[in-house]
């Protein structure tokens, strides 16, 4: 393992009932290929696809621009179990005017608890620390769950195109 890729330098992000963990290279490849190491904590169900999408654009930015600090991706632990029950995180680092994009999800049977909101909460935090100007994301059209979450979190829906909801939050 690269040493600057292990993400032991960038802290884990707690929350009241949550996690978030920063993934090394290492974590992150094994999510890929969906092969937990014996001691590895998973929900049922995870990860999910776009947990393997997420930390397959996380290991090629690692590899194209190298380590992203903060601006990485997360697993979603429940604090006191320490199982992971979904992912968080950041497409790469703020753009030219200083804009991250967040995406997350999280396991079926955790759902409805309020977990992604509090950890997209968690996450929209962590960006405005690192100097991060604003945050974007974006949903399906039809995923009204989704749009509640970023709500939650302080976003608000800024446009729509394309079959998305797109939402914004500046700092």
């Not at 993934?23 to 992150?28: D, F, G, K, P, Q």
């Amino acid at each position: 393992m690269i040493p600057w890729t292990s993400g032991a330098e960038v802290p884990s992000v707690a929350t009241a009932r949550l996690l978030l963990h920063p993934l090394s290279v290492c974590e992150a490849e094994r999510i890929v290929a969906r092969a937990p190491l014996a001691g590895d904590l998973w929900a049922e169900g995870y990860p999910q696809d776009g947990d393997v999408r997420g930390c397959g654009g996380f290991l090629r930015g690692v590899f194209e621009r190298g380590d992203p600090g903060v601006f990485r991706a997360y697993e979603v632990r429940l604090i006191g179990s320490g199982v992971a029950v979904g992912g968080i995180g950041f497409h790469g680092p703020p753009d030219e005017l200083g804009v991250v994009t967040v995406g997350y999800g999280l396991v079926p049977g955790v759902r409805g608890k309020g977990y992604a909101s509090e950890a997209l909460r968690a996450l929209l935090d962590t960006a405005r620390v690192a100097g991060a100007a604003g945050v974007k994301g974006d949903a399906d059209l039809d995923n009204s769950a989704s749009h509640r979450v970023m709500e939650a979190a302080g976003m608000r829906c800024v446009a729509e195109a394309d079959g998305l909801r797109h939402f914004y939050r500046g700092f």
